[in-house]
């Protein structure tokens, strides 16, 4: 049995998370449960008394979380390291609301320096084409439920590389809320708890419109799951691992990286990028709330001009020559 928190901490926890909670998405409410917790979890076990945190209580918490291990034995990420950060900030700040405190100490920290760089789950251009194209050949398995899995991945491969939607904002989608005529999708729950419009791609549209009509129905074979009234008949977690460990498969067979189901939303905005598409129309696209958010993307194609740069520039050519005599 895990930790249980005193009446005090577990009454505060409640109340917070009753208040964040039309604040966020489903997803990020359960992120936030587990943060919370284990933050107050932390405060109880130093025997630190919440309503008397001050700066150098905060500065504890933080250097105890830069030490954090994960069950591999290395330490938290950094992105990780800010999250865990943002929910002290968010439960203090509801404490000064509810003015039990006078002032939030989260706010004075100052947060370790987040390395600007996109992640390497990206496939190029041509290598998320064969990958795409190896998807869609689910119909020549001999083997029928491995038919079914593939035909699903590719659905949902398409979609994602279609949209750039995250894979909890995809699996909470119903048929109410796609117009495949207009090929527009609308997340009513998206990131932060924001709605934005997603657009389909020709393509990606006649693949869901087909999915839909018959695909589905024709594979789900009449069971019942959590989440199964929506598009893709499961929850997040679900199709996450379904999904993923398909994708594992065959990045594997054709000689890829492999990535997951969130490598075609990166993969998307880097391809975009480098076909001219303005920024700006990327950031509204993925539905980035910054502009500075979609500018990582900028980083890869400076990493690939100077690949360019030392593979072309004269000087090169120069260096070339001297070792070819």
Known sequence: MGHVLSTVYADLYDEFLAAERPRVTTQGFV???GRARRMLQWFEDEDIELLAVG????????????????????????????????VARRFFTYLVQT????????????YPRLALHLSRNVLAEAQMGRLLEELGKFDQSTVWYERERRYRVHVVAEFLYATGLRIAEACAL?????????RL???????????????LSSYAADVLALFLESGDSAIRHNFTRKGGHTI???????VAIVVNRELARVCTALELPVITTH????????????????????????????LGTTQIYTHVDKDDLKRSLDEF???QWHNRGQHDE
């Open 31 to 33: 992120s936030l449960q």
């Open 55 to 86: 700066i150098q209580e905060a500065l504890r918490y933080q250097v105890w979380l830069s030490e954090k291990l994960t069950t591999e034995g290395v330490t938290i990420a950094t992105g990780t390291m800010h999250n865990y950060l943002k």
């Open 99 to 110: 003015e039990r405190v006078s002032t939030n100490p989260f706010m004075e920290l100052r």
């Open 174 to 182: 119903t048929e109410g809320d796609l117009d495949l005529e207009h």
């Open 185 to 199: 999708v609308y997340v009513r729950d998206g990131k932060g708890g924001k709605p934005r419009t997603a657009f």
């Open 232 to 238: 893709f008949g499961a929850n997040k977690a679900r």
């Open 263 to 290: 490598g075609f939303r990166h993969s998307l905005g880097t391809h975009l990028l480098r076909s001219g598409c303005d920024m700006r129309h990327i950031q509204v696209i993925l539905g980035h709330e910054a």
């Open 313 to 315: 520039h004269p000087r």
